[in-house]
């Protein structure tokens, strides 16, 4: 999933407020903080992403041929996608 710059500072800055005002966390700088929120959330979506690419490339190379929406792609989709996900430690 790709975020919008504005979405993705948007995002953050709710993180480090939700953060900031329920006493969680003290921050020395909130621009410090806030680069800190976003690299994270861009690493995570970018796992995310890869995950998914590996995936569907997986089901993809099945001769069988599953259809993407049908319920046996669905239930390969969660078993592949936590393998990979493990593989990562995502």
Do not use: P
């Not at 329920?22 to 690299?39: F, N, P, Q, R, T």
């Not at 669905?74 to 078993?79: Q, V």
């Amino acid at each position: 999933m790709k975020l919008s710059e504005d979405r993705l500072s948007h995002l953050a800055h709710l993180v480090c407020n939700g953060l900031y005002n329920s006493d969680l966390v003290d921050y020395d700088s909130d621009e410090a903080a806030l680069k800190l929120i976003k690299k994270t959330m861009t690493t995570y979506l970018n796992t995310d992403d890869q995950i998914d690419d590996a995936v569907r490339a997986k089901i993809a190379t099945l001769k069988r041929g599953v259809f993407e929406g049908s319920r046996e792609w669905e239930i390969m989709y969660r078993k592949y996608y936590e393998e990979e996900a493990q593989k990562k430690r995502f």
